[in-house]
């Protein structure tokens, strides 16, 4: 599927342009009282990929992620969804058109059980969310919706549990399954594995990459293994540029990636 997005040609034009891409960034930048935190983006993200932001500490790809999720307003630049022009729409707008960010503002009630947690969310998907206590009857319609997301992130043999009982990587299962959902058609993921144990990592890369089947999955991750073994596309950040792009394997032995991250003592 092709998607119409704005293109700001080498000679400052704005043209209309035909790409498979889901979201575009172009010409994106932020500055923080004089820190310039994002410089000129370029971002073209396909649809049905998984695309990973990486670059050493301070490189600009929180302040990216922000600006892609909408919880921050770009100082210049456009970004489209499916050739929606997003720029200066709200996050639950942008929601609503099917870019969900997951890890981090994801509501799960640790007092309800992991069933009743993805009912809301699902109650939250029709709009209905404040007719959620009211009707018994309505709700147990969802559960069969309910049982496939928990199926989709392994949670189905503690649909009963409270979610504040869940372990650390098991509660972010839940709300990635509170995510899904709102069914994101591009699903934004802030470092998925931070805080994780080794062996939740190697389950949630799993989940993932389960998760980006039908939907497409853009990712901020610190952990460059899991970006390895995710990502079919990465852009690289440094000082709020983008410094490369590419595969893993095409990126990783770009000299300048390699020093940026060693002179930031990544190593
Ligand atoms: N709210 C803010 N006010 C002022 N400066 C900011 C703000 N947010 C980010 N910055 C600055 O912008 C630059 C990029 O920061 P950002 O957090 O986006 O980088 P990052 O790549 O996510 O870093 P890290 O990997 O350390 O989280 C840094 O110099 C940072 O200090």
Known sequence: MFAQAPLKSGRGRWETVEVDAILLARGL??????????DGVNLTVRRGTIHALIGPNGAGKTTCFNLLTKFLNPTKGVI????????????????????????QISAVFPQLTVLENVRV?????????????????VLKKLDGRAGQLLEEVGLEGQSSHR???????????????????LEPELLLLD?????MAVEEIERTADLIKRSAR???????????????????EITVLARGHVLAEGSYATVSRDERVIASYIGSGHG
Do not use: C
Request: aromatic share 8%.
């Open 191 to 195: 470092e998925p594995m931070a805080g």
């Open 29 to 38: 930048s932020k500055s923080f009282r004089g820190i310039q935190a994002v």
């Open 163 to 181: 979610a504040a009982d869940l372990s650390y990587g098991r509660k972010r299962a839940l709300e990635l399954a509170t995510t899904l959902a």
């Open 121 to 137: 969310a699902l109650q939250r998907k029709r709009r209905d969310n404040f007719a959620f206590w009211r009707s018994d009857r």
């Open 214 to 232: 039908n939907r497409t999955v853009l990712m901020v991750e610190h952990n460059l293994s899991v970006v390895a073994a995710l990502s079919d």
């Open 80 to 103: 489209t969804f499916n050739g929606h022009d997003i720029t200066r729409r709200s996050p639950a707008d942008v929601a609503r058109l099917g870019l969900v960010r997951s890890f």
